[in-house]
């Protein structure tokens, strides 16, 4: 499976971006599908998750009303829809996908998420 993430950049304090990541390959086994983001000097944290059926299973307290995580099944893509961004949003946002078969675990190559205060 191969993730290509775009719709990262730099955005004001208060605006909005939205990532994508686009899966291709051996994606019927896609389940759980993440979006994790790393800040400089910082441990990378989950920022949200969801499942193949479409069910939110995470949100980190930080982005909670004001991200969203979607995806869709068809097109083996996940987005994140990020408002009212603030500038601790900025980091390296990474996707990740978990397949059933086998079970493994891919990562996209991070798209850099700048907001400038």
């Known amino acids: 499976v191969q993730l290509v993430e775009s719709g990262g950049g730099l955005v004001q304090a208060g605006g909005s971006l939205r990532l994508s990541c686009a899966a291709s390959?051996?994606?019927?086994?896609?389940?759980?599908m993440r979006w994790y983001r790393q800040a400089p000097g910082k441990q990378r944290e989950l920022v949200a998750g969801?499942?193949?059926?479409?069910?939110?299973?995470h949100y980190t307290d930080s982005v909670k009303d004001r991200f969203t995580i979607s995806r869709d099944n068809a097109k083996n893509t996940m987005f994140l829809q990020m408002n009212r961004m603030k500038p601790e949003d900025t980091a390296v946002y990474y996707c990740?996908?978990?397949?059933?078969?086998?079970?493994?675990?891919?990562w996209g190559q991070g798209t850099q998420v700048t907001v400038s205060s």
């Open positions: 390959g051996s994606t019927s086994s896609i389940t759980t």
């Open positions: 990740n996908i978990q397949t059933l078969v086998p079970p493994y675990d891919y």
């Open positions: 969801i499942t193949s059926g479409g069910g939110i299973i």
